[in-house]
Nanobody
Framework: VQLVESGGGLVQPGGSLRLSCAASESIASIYTMGWYRQAPGKQRELVAVITSGGSTNYADSLKGRFTISRDNAKNTVYLRMNRLKPEDTAVYYC?????????WGQGTQVTVSS
């Protein structure tokens, strides 16, 4: 499965963005789809994941501001990001994980700055 992220860009502090991750094939049976991010000089970290059953898990620091969702009919996973902060600046990566599967997208840059 190929993953293509979109929706990143420059946004002011307090603003919102919605990232999309389009998969090249059906994601309905993929166990988890997730978003991770990597800021300059830092390790890649979990943002949020969603299972095939719809269960979600978030990084503690992002709960309440970020929302992950999936549309199996469109083979797309979304990340809604609200009340963005400068420390949210990073490259955001989409991930698909399951039995014998661990696939990453190329990433999309999110920059939060005034």
């Amino acid at each position: 499965v190929q993953l293509v992220e979109s929706g990143g860009g420059l946004v002011q502090p307090g603003g919102s963005l919605r990232l999309s991750c389009a998969a090249s094939e059906s994601i309905a049976s993929i166990y988890t789809m997730g978003w991770y991010r990597q800021a300059p000089g830092k390790q890649r970290e979990l943002v949020a994941v969603i299972t095939s059953g719809g269960s979600t898990n978030y990084a503690d620091s992002l709960k309440g501001r970020f929302t992950i969702s999936r549309d199996n009919a469109k083979n797309t996973v979304y990340l809604r990001m609200n009340r963005l902060k400068p420390e949210d600046t990073a490259v955001y990566y989409c991930n698909a994980r399951g039995l014998l599967l661990d696939q990453w997208g190329q990433g999309t840059q999110v920059t939060v700055s005034s």
